[in-house]
């Protein structure tokens, strides 16, 4: 298995309060990625990065930001969480540099704002 | 706009049978990627299996194997001698070679009865 941890595994926040979430891979992927598991959505993208400082935006974007100032840290912030921001959300990472294209997922981090 | 559809929400299969997952995809790209990814209750998303669109040989890892026909844009998953372990959501995911997002379908829900 991949080395990629998230942390918190669980965290319950009020509405309004900004909230970071933690991604941490020790597997030296240039890739990361930040999704979110809702019921009767799948997974969905909503930042990725591809290398130190270097971001963009992915399908659902709104209300987030991020930042990575490490090869193995990447940080998504919840500026002012918002109820429809309680979700499941996973950190991914991948080297197509190195031809690996396949995305490997971290454990997951529920969300609840009140 | 690249989209997955998994049309079964659930299924169920007996103990040591064998079990089709059934997935269909729309592209308009040539080059791209497949997976099968499997979520138990853990929450932890594994990959099961990867195609890679160019190659026409179906993919297999031990007793589970993929029927890809490109031409048709289906993409399902065989899992053989079926194990009550087997049991959790898979979701099938699309992976352009032109793009980083993982586009995911809705997932299909394996029950594994002994």
């Known amino acids: 298995d991949a080395g990629i941890t998230q942390s918190p595994r669980h965290k319950v926040t009020e509405t309004g309060t900004p909230v970071t979430l933690r991604c941490h891979q020790t597997e030296n992927h240039r890739y990361m990625y930040w999704y979110r598991q809702d019921p009767g959505h799948g997974l969905r993208l909503i930042h990725y990065s591809y290398g130190v400082k270097d971001t963009d935006k992915g399908e659902v974007s709104d209300g987030y930001s991020v930042s990575r100032s490490k090869t193995e840290d990447f940080l998504l912030t919840l500026e002012s969480a918002t109820s429809s921001q309680t979700s499941v959300y996973f950190c991914a990472i991948s080297d197509p540099d190195r031809h690996t294209d396949t995305q490997y997922f971290g454990p997951g981090t529920r969300l609840t704002v009140l | 706009a690249q989209t997955v559809t998994q049309s079964q929400p659930e299924m169920s299969v007996q103990e040591a049978e064998t079990v089709t997952l059934s997935c269909t995809y729309d592209?308009?790209?040539?080059?791209?990627?497949l997976f099968w990814y499997k979520q138990p209750p853990s929450r932890q998303m594994i990959l099961v299996i990867r195609q890679e669109a160019y190659k026409q040989q179906n993919a297999t890892e031990n007793r589970f194997s993929v029927n890809f026909q490109k031409a048709a844009k289906s993409f399902s998953l065989k899992i053989s001698d079926s194990q009550l372990g087997d049991a959790a959501m898979y979701f099938c995911?699309?992976?352009?070679?032109?793009?980083?997002?993982?586009?995911f379908g809705k997932g299909t829900s394996l029950l594994v009865t002994p």
């Open positions: 995911a699309l992976l352009s070679n032109s793009g980083y997002a993982l586009n």
């Open positions: 592209t308009s790209e040539s080059d791209y990627y």
